[in-house]
């Protein structure tokens, strides 16, 4: 809790990589003007300054218009064609919603009157005898009750007698043309109130200089709400004519884009028209729109009912839209939203680089090619832009032979196995850091040739046979047996090389870098400028300061040195160097924690 406590009140920023390229800056400051023209136009033009809100709308119809249909009729057995006017209330029907309905065609079957009869002639009614017919049977396809009796319907044709209005309605074929083709010059008149309650906005595409004798036209009158049928059916590339003899589905859609800022203020309707059943569909597939209704009427006491099959075409009302006014807020969102874009500019040049890079060093046959520039620049890139961890685990460990020239990560339990003969997996050494190399003291003297002593690159690769009384593990002859319990010992059985040679405590570099303890003294005053400790506790903060001095130079990466383990030759060299009075070490914890 105190930990968090303390880094309450701190801030935290990411880490900016700033690269000086002329090409990646002018790719940079394109893509940002791009994005920026992109988000102005955006803004201006979508309006996402504004708070948008849905359309509330109600809409009343009224169709006007005169037809007169031609039918045949039969009296004292003569045929007779008599003229009938329809008005709107013959031919418009109500429906739920914003629909309305206009009878373009009909079949009629007149004077039925409840009573058994055969029924209409198809392949599921027809039959021989009784025993076709099934008392009490009721199909859905059927017009009644079957009463159980097959009787004769028109000459040798015989169906099952039902209980029904009789008779039954015939299946006869649409007129055409359509009865009521004169319907394209009908009009229909539609009010449309909207409401956009969170602006406590209202209106209607009723406007103040409507002129009543208007009919609407795309483009010279588009204000209009008059419509004539026949050209919303124009206005899709429908002919009316055709749709009026099996009917349809027709929408009219109002859209509202509503512009409610005082300074730029525009909401007027759009009208558009869109056909909406399936005008391919063959007459297997039932195309068109027709129901059925019945007018009913008494005579001689007896009530009868004419039957008539409607055609005719469903107008159905779409009306939806936004309203938009100022908002500050949506303003703020509109604008913090976009510029998440301006990031595709760092996600754009970092694919280049990545992607000219790997394609060249794929391609690339020497280090220092002219192609090969690339993979040196991503390399320092990588460097400079990502860092690498592992997720620290109670098994991980880090070791480093002097004969090889990558470090091995251990990430298992040895249970009983010596670290020496643990594989483990390669990992690339890190990049030097000259850094520690610097603090020292300016004055430590040159080392100088020995003619006896050989070079110590030289010395180091030397094939040197360990001493028989060194451990079964170790390969360069200096290490030691672990003082540690048994259960502890493998975590120390490890030497400072992999294959058997000289040891890297006899390197002159080992003695200048970790065990001179002026070099020593040098790093814990540069610590602690004002240290002054008695001499056993000064040899503790030197061995201390050697360790780390070797996990530093072997391993590098500060993530590496956490989990670094010395060789055992290492260790007890520096034991050596700077012993502890009572003699007893407690073995390796972490480079900071070991005695």
Known sequence: MPACSDNFLQYETNRIIQIQSTNYGTIKWILHVVVFS??????????????????????????????????????NGEKKVVSTVFDPADYAFPLQGNSFFVMTNFLKTKGQQRGVCPEYPTHKTLCHS??????????????????????????NQKTCEVYAWCPTEATAKVPRPALLNSAEN????????????????????ILPDFNKTCTF?????????????????QETGDNFSEVAIQGGIMGIEIYWDCNL?????????????RRLDDKITNESLYPGYNFRHAKYYMENGVEKRTLVKVFGIRFDILVFGTGGKFHIISLIVSIGSTLSYFGLATVFIDFLINTYSSACCRSCVYRYCECCEGCLISEYYDRKKCEVIVEPKRALKYVSFVDEAHIRMVDEQLHGRSLQDVKGKKVPRPLMDFREVSRLPLSLPDAHPNPEQPEQMQL?????????????????????PSQLPKDRQCTEELCCRKEPGPCITTSGLFKELVLSRRALQFSLLYQEPLLTLDADATDSLLRHCAYKCYATWRFGSP????????????????????????????GFKSPLLME
Request: hydrophobic letters at 30%.
């Open 38 to 75: 992109y988000v102005s136009f955006a803004l201006v033009t979508d309006k996402l300054y504004q708070k948008k809100e849905s359309v509330i709308s109600s809409v009343h119809t009224k169709v006007k218009g005169l037809a007169e249909v031609k039918e045949e009729i039969l009296g």
């Open 130 to 155: 009784d025993k076709n017919c099934k008392q009490g049977w009721m199909d859905p396809q059927s017009k009644g009750i079957q009463t159980g009796k097959c009787v004769v319907y028109e000459g």
């Open 186 to 205: 009908f009009t229909v008149f539609i009010k449309n109130n909207i409401d956009f309650p969170g602006h406590n906005y209202t209106m209607r595409n």
């Open 217 to 233: 036209h795309k483009t010279k009158n588009p204000q209009c709400p008059i419509f004539r049928l026949g050209d919303i059916f």
């Open 261 to 273: 800022d005082s300074w730029s203020y525009h909401c007027r309707p759009q009208y558009r028209f």
């Open 460 to 480: 180091l690769r030397e094939v040197k046979t360990p001493r028989p009384s060194s451990p079964a593990w170790c390969r360069c002859g200096n290490c030691l």
């Open 559 to 586: 993530e590496l040195v956490d989990f670094a383990i010395l060789p055992s030759c290492c260790r007890w060299r520096i034991r050596k160097e700077f012993p502890k009075s009572e003699g007893q070490y407690s």
